[in-house]
């Protein structure tokens, strides 16, 4: 029989079969995929960054010669199951592969979701081949869970719900136990427990939601997630109605400044330090969500109601502008709350008859129903390119159907912490594909991040990634049947489809991009097409996750839809050590710009010496974007993470988890444009971090020099160095003299400001001339003027000084400040 009658004799029998054909693309009829790479046998150590002791080893573990040290340390450390130096314990690649992949054939076959048993095979092969050559990568549960004697939780994202009881509140802190035990995160919001500014029905006063808060963060910091392989995380939510909203906003600033002043003390508040769990509310994300109709009162300078949590009434009015300026302020001091957006986010829910989307998981990317959860997965977008710099569209397609597939195929065998939780979920089937990578991709084609090539492409892949999920899930709908909540949601969902189409139709591509835009459209077309005829088998399909953990197992240089960090980073070797390198997307990018092997050579040299391109031999000024990073001295703009945010939302089912980073001299009216222009252009969430505004920075990008080689470190440990410049005032500038006395002692001060007003000069006379204190002011009104001058903020040195206690102390004559503390709390308050 010829090739193409076989084809068409196995067509003929697919049709008659229920079930999904599935084609080979990436592996060859009978070569397994783990027959196609090298392996080999390496040792994993990982140690204590302080101290340098080994915390973990385990000793010729089995993984492909093209993995890193890093990906299989953190397979190893994280995934593989079993005890340590038992029969038991897992030690090579291929098992946990097997253990996984062969768990969802299997279930793929139960459960009807293939044509034939050949179909089942290739299915089988492909996914494995897929994760052997780090195309993707399942979320972390998976790998924690599938396949082994625990319950089989594949859900790495859950949102839950409270309502204002105490056996209520008391299940929360209960469901949430299990989920991190599980390895898993949880979100919810508070919104329904009354206020602290309520009465009880016995007549007293109601905590508050902030106060049982206090509670779940401890049994989150108490409990690792996955029993004993991460940090558990969670997610609180307050509607910007809600009458504690202002304590809501305070909590966590609050307590970093207790961190600080525990540290300066002498305590270890380092990220993980031993004396950190002594303050709370550090296991949880804080996030405010706010509707249209605060954001438009804050544009207006109106004032917005608090409602009673009871009846709805308003029981307080607030300036919605301090309102706005107070959430901004405090992620300033602390990178918490973070927002959201319910208008936005409500407005693209599938299934809006069942009830509102009113939370997130802890990233923020996950918004469904409550007590629903999700499965993740995301790809590595930098496999995909080809060796002629472009997109391999057709191949991501292809890949996007298997992964969605076995996706879905987890919900049929997963277990769930909660009976709730697991009804849901089986009535929704809600999946979260993503990528990572997305940085280096565009850095590899020579693209900036913040550019219109930049988001032209990151729009046309995430819309492909989207359109082809749906289209699966619709294709999935007339072979295993829709999910049990869409006949109800049918309009509404279908709705939502159209949004998605009709924001792929209004796509703005650049000429390079077009071939993937017509992709983009192809599978939109067929998204709506098949989705009136068959509905849908999934209520959600893709959100843009961080990919931390998995990140690392794929050996991607840049997180979810992050740009990298910096040019230069750490690797790993086999045996101990580290060196430094420069990435490896620069010399592609380079070559892809059009340089010549020599300048090349020349241009990675100096940026593994210098950190940065500015300057280097023979680059041309204008491909210096190309290689901007999160931070350094060519840090990507606040706004320019906001606008690829704002180019790929359209196209994804939930949101997207990503921090806007912003540098130390930022101001709260910067994070307050970036939250007033995150809402004016569509995102669903959004959250900020200054650097260096919290004690115990996980990531930054130098390193300190050391006499004796450091011994290595399971993940590399990066550490930022800012380097501020100085804004002179000009010769000539406006100055204000205030005559002051305190306790009888007289005083003089003059301030100087920028044109746009800000202070940047002060000047004290206390005193005679020539006097121990008439010098001591001088030498410290010098020092702070520097450092206004530098981009101190103001409020910093009002925080510090306010309150200080020494003579002369006492009654003022300043009407507003009737008594001070010391001359220095008087000038500052």
């Known amino acids: 029989m010829t090739a193409t009658a076989a084809r068409a004799t196995r067509r003929k029998n697919d049709e008659a079969a229920k079930g999904l054909t599935i084609a080979r693309v990436f592996t060859t009829k009978g070569v397994h995929p783990y027959d196609e790479v090298e392996w080999d046998r390496r040792d994993v150590v990982q140690t204590n960054w302080k101290t340098g002791e080994s915390v973990f080893e385990q000793h010729g573990v089995e993984f492909p010669s093209s993995w890193s040290v890093n990906a299989s340390t953190i397979v190893t450390t994280k995934y593989f199951r079993g005890a340590l130096g038992t029969p038991q314990r897992e030690d090579s690649l291929k098992t946990l592969i097997d253990r996984v992949v062969k768990t969802y054939a299997k279930a793929g076959k139960e459960y009807g979701y ?58 929360w802190y209960k469901e949430e136990g299990f989920i991190f035990k599980g390895g898993s995160g949880a979100g919810l919001n508070l919104s329904r427990i009354r206020s602290s500014k309520e009465l009880l029905s016995s007549g007293g006063t109601a905590s508050g939601p902030v106060s049982f808060m206090r509670g779940a963060d401890a049994s989150a910091g108490t409990i690792k997630s996955g029993g004993a392989t991460r940090r558990a995380a969670k997610m609180v939510v307050l ?257 939502v489809m159209r949004k998605h189409q009709a924001a792929n139709d209004d796509l703005r591509v650049l000429p390079d991009d077009k071939a993937l835009h017509a992709v983009a459209t192809r599978e939109w077309d067929q998204v709506v097409k098949l989705g009136a005829k068959n509905g849908f088998r999934n209520a959600q399909a893709s959100v843009l996750a961080p990919t931390g953990t998995i990140g690392f197992m794929m050996d991607c240089d840049t997180t979810g839809v992050e740009p990298d960090f910096s040019l230069v980073k750490f690797k790993k070797l086999v045996g101990g050590g580290s060196m430094q390198i420069v990435n490896q997307t620069i010399p592609r990018a380079l070559k892809r710009l059009g340089y010549e092997s020599e300048e090349i050579d020349a241009i990675v040299e100096f940026i593994g010496s210098n950190g940065h391109v500015i300057g280097a031999p023979g680059l041309a000024a204008e491909h210096y974007e190309v290689f901007d990073t999160a931070m350094g001295q060519r840090a990507i703009k606040p706004m320019g993470h906001v606008r690829m945010m704002a180019a ?43 650097d260096n505004c919290k004690v115990g920075q996980p990531l930054s990008d130098g390193k300190k020099e050391t006499k004796t080689e450091a011994k290595p470190a399971a993940e590399p440990e990066v550490r930022i160095e800012y380097r501020p410049k100085r804004t002179r005032l000009p010769k000539s500038r406006m100055s204000r003299t205030t005559s002051f006395a305190v306790s009888g002692a007289e005083g003089y001060m003059t301030s100087s400001a920028y044109d746009d007003g800000r202070l940047g000069e002060v000047f004290l006379k206390l005193g005679k001339q020539g006097s121990t204190l008439a010098g001591v002011m001088d030498a410290f009104s010098i020092a702070v003027s520097i450092g206004l001058q530098y981009g101190v903020p103001l409020e910093s040195f009002v925080q510090k000084f306010t309150n200080l206690k020494f003579e002369p102390a006492g009654m003022t004559d300043d009407p507003d400040i009737r008594i001070a503390q010391s001359f220095m709390d008087y000038i500052f308050r």
Not at 116 to 124: K, N, Q, S, V
Not at 667 to 682: A, H, P, S
């Open 239 to 495: 509607d910007v109605d809600h009458p504690d909203i202002e304590e809501f906003i305070d909590t966590k600033a609050r307590e970093e400044d207790k961190i600080r002043a525990l540290r300066d003390a002498g305590f270890d508040m380092d990220l993980g330090g031993k004396d950190i769990t002594s303050v709370q509310y550090q296991n949880a994300n804080n996030s405010v969500r706010v509707n249209d109709e605060f954001m438009t009162a804050v544009e207006a300078g109106g004032t917005f109601g608090l409602r009673a949590r009871s009846d709805g009434s308003i029981i307080e009015e607030v300036d919605a502008r301090k309102l706005f300026t107070k959430i901004a302020k405090a992620a300033w001091e602390c990178a918490d709350p973070g927002i959201q957006y319910d208008d936005t986010i409500n407005d693209w829910h599938t299934n809006p008859v069942t009830g509102p989307i009113t939370a997130s998981n802890p990233c923020s990317e996950y918004m469904s129903l409550d007590n629903s959860s999700c499965n993740l997965a995301s790809l590595n977008l930098l496999k995909f390119l080809k060796a002629d710099g472009t997109f391999d569209s057709e191949l991501f397609v292809k890949a996007v159907e298997l992964i969605i597939t076995a996706m879905d195929i987890s919900i049929c065998f997963a277990d769930f912490p909660t009976e709730s939780i697991g009804e849901t979920t089986r009535n929704f089937r809600q999946l979260g594909i993503g990528y990572a990578n997305l940085g280096a991709l565009l850095m590899a084609m020579g693209k900036g991040y913040d550019t219109e090539g930049g988001r032209s492409t990151a729009a046309a892949i995430t819309s492909i990634m989207t359109g082809t999920s749906y289209r699966r899930s619709a294709e999935l709908a007339g072979i295993v049947g829709t999910y049990n909540g869409y006949k109800v949601n049918a309009d509404a969902h279908q709705r």
């Open 114 to 171: 293939f044509a034939t048993d050949e179909d089942a095979e290739i299915f089988e092969h492909e996914i494995t081949w897929m994760l052997l050559n780090q195309y993707f990568s399942f979320n972390s549960p998976v790998w924690f869970n599938v396949g082994t004697p625990s319950p089989q939780q594949v859900s790495a994202c859950f949102i839950l719900s409270v309502d204002d009881s105490m056996d209520s509140i008391l299940n």
């Open 648 to 690: 790929v939302q359209p196209f994804l089912s939930g949101a997207i988890s990503k921090t806007v980073n912003l540098p130390e001299t930022a101001t709260i009216e910067e994070i307050e444009d970036v939250y007033m222009q995150g809402w004016k252009l569509g995102l669903k969430a959004l959250a900020v971090y200054r």
